[in-house]
């Protein structure tokens, strides 16, 4: 069987990654990077004259957070890619196809 995975509608949340690549996904700090803070966030909006939602800033917070580590663990040479390919994808749903084959027999 040859499922082909539906990406989800991103289009609501385009703001928020535009948003993050403005304000700059992570921050210098001592002999790295690290995730943007609170303080900075709400600096950037105070400059920018914007307000956003609480749910808005959390999220920002979060996906810095989460590329500031994808960002350090992608420095291993044996990392695996943060996504799954699309032949990861198809053999996970045969796996599943089979198990519950055989779960019903």
Do not use: C
Not at 65 to 75: D, G, R
């Amino acid at each position: 069987m040859d499922i082909e995975p539906e990406m989800p509608d991103l289009a609501w949340g385009r703001h928020l990654i535009d948003y993050l690549l403005e304000v700059g996904p992570v921050m210098a700090a001592g002999m790295g990077s690290a995730p943007i803070t609170f303080t900075e966030l709400s600096n950037w909006q105070a400059q920018l004259g914007l307000r956003l939602s609480p749910w808005e800033v959390r999220t920002l917070r979060r996906l810095s957070l989460e590329y500031n580590s994808e960002s350090q663990l992608a420095t291993k040479p044996d990392r695996e890619p943060p996504f799954a390919t699309l032949d990861a994808v198809r053999l996970r749903n045969a796996q599943v196809e089979s198990d519950l084959d055989e779960l019903l027999d």
